[in-house]
């Protein structure tokens, strides 16, 4: 491992940090923000869900400036976003405020989710593609085990009405952190040839501690089709018909698995078993940590056992647990039981659709439409993402176990789907991927 390419991995990957303390965080507020705001179950839903508004615009139309101005340019103004957003929301002064916070903090999260597994995968060896820019997904779950254990010690400290502007303000530290680093780090070798800036990307590749750098720069201009390339390239064509299945599909999936749901309303979910405020809270650091930990051990098995059997598998448990955690609700009875389950459900998660989804949709398209293509998985996974946000908790109001049974379906459906229709994607360079696809 090049000490450069292993400090460019890392700083990239940093915005899934932030991605994932976001996405957590809220889940500590909630209470607190519906007594301050009055808010009913639908408004909750649009607190909650505004952010991912936000997400959704961003994760569609970054990739354009992705492609154009570079991964690490366009990087640099989203941590301006989540600065602005945590700072935002630390001061809000209305409910109105405090949406719109959210919602410029939701073009953070949208934007980095695109280009930052973009960047990693661009910079990185074939051989450890998947390691690296599974320290996206890493990071991501650090940010959620951040954010739940945050929330935890800030509820400790006792803070009284202004508990929920330090947990959600907190965010501001790591967002400016964030923004230094990406002045450390150079743009992607693949963006700069796309650029027609050969030589630097030449450079790059030398930095990045690349076997054959000669060899990989003739290999990714080939591939780039250099004389042809413009940045006007359209993404749906036919010829991409594949490609933009898998993303789309594997964007949707990740979300009907139900993993944000729960993890936006997991303190409700807890208090709804009759659990308290700070039992809630430190069970939610316990399910955080069981997330990191069966993160890590996806990473050191993604680029042996392959993206597809992770999927697999994860499909298998997922469905159980969830399954399992809609039979709680129903009966009303084993409560004990609830950890455990989500315990378990976090755990497949995090080793198949958690630590493949971003690798695999950073793999699938050709250089020329990476990022486009990055930002279709992406939308199609925010967009779900926002419409089960927005839902749930009217859904869990009336019936506590059916948002899970439609969870646990959706899990069975996704085995199938894998099983028939995705190629694996381990073990070989992003040009011949394309080869073996049938997109170059």
């Not at 009405?161 to 693949?190: D, H, K, M, N, Y």
């Not at 309303?265 to 009759?274: E, H, R, T, V």
């Not at 042996?304 to 399992?324: E, N, P």
């Amino acid at each position: 491992m090049n000490f450069n390419l292993a400090k460019a991995a890392a700083v990239g990957a940093l915005g899934g940090l932030l991605f994932g303390f976001d996405t957590a965080v809220i889940s500590g507020t909630t209470q607190a923000l519906t007594n301050v705001y009055s808010l009913n179950p639908e408004q909750l839903g649009i607190t909650v869900s505004m952010a991912l508004i936000g997400t959704i615009l961003s994760a569609m139309f970054s990739g354009a400036p992705g492609q154009k101005y570079g991964g690490r340019e366009t990087l640099r103004f989203l941590a301006v976003c989540y600065v602005i957003s945590a700072l935002g929301c630390a001061f809000a002064w209305s409910w109105y405020v405090l949406l719109a916070a959210r919602f410029i903090g939701g073009i953070g999260i949208g934007g980095s989710s695109v280009l930052g597994p973009v960047y990693i995968a661009e910079l990185a060896p074939a051989k450890m593609r998947g390691r690296l820019v599974g320290l996206f997904q890493i990071n991501i779950v650090v940010g959620i085990l951040l954010a739940y254990l945050s929330n935890y010690l800030i509820d400790s400290l006792n803070l009284g009405a202004t508990e929920w502007r330090w947990q959600l303000g907190v965010a501001a530290v790591p967002a400016f952190l964030f923004l230094v680093l990406l002045f450390g780090i150079p743009p992607s070798s693949r963006w700069l040839v796309t650029q027609k800036r050969v030589e630097e990307a030449r450079g790059v590749l030398q930095l990045m501690g690349a076997e054959d750098p000669e060899g990989e720069l003739r290999e990714i201009v080939s591939a780039i089709h250099l004389d042809q390339l413009s940045t006007s390239e359209h993404l749906f064509r036919w010829k991409y018909r594949l490609p933009i299945f898998l993303a789309i599909t594997i964007g949707m999936f990740n979300q009907l698995s139900g993993i944000n749901a729960i993890l936006y309303y997991l303190n409700d979910i807890f208090n709804a078993a009759g659990y308290s405020k700070m039992t809630s809270s430190l069970q939610a650091v316990a399910i955080g940590g069981m997330n990191l930990l069966a993160t890590l051990l996806a990473m050191t098995v993604i680029d042996k056992l392959g993206r597809k059997t992770l999927l697999l598998i994860g499909s298998v448990g997922m469905s159980i647990c969830l399954f399992g955690v809609a039979r709680v609700f129903y009966a009303n009875t084993h409560h004990e039981l609830l950890l455990w389950l989500l315990v378990g459900y976090i755990a497949f998660f995090a080793i198949s659709q958690g630590a493949v989804i971003w690798v695999y949709l950073s793999e699938v398209f050709p250089t020329r439409v990476r990022a486009k293509g990055q930002g279709l998985g992406s939308s199609s996974h925010w967009i779900m993402n926002a419409l089960i946000a927005f839902i749930f908790p009217q859904v869990a109001k009336t019936s506590g176990g059916a948002p899970f049974v439609l969870f646990g379906a959706m899990m069975v459906l996704q085995f199938f789907v894998v099983l028939f229709v995705y190629p694996e994607t381990k073990g070989v360079t992003l040009e011949q991927l394309q080869h073996n696809l049938g997109i170059d």
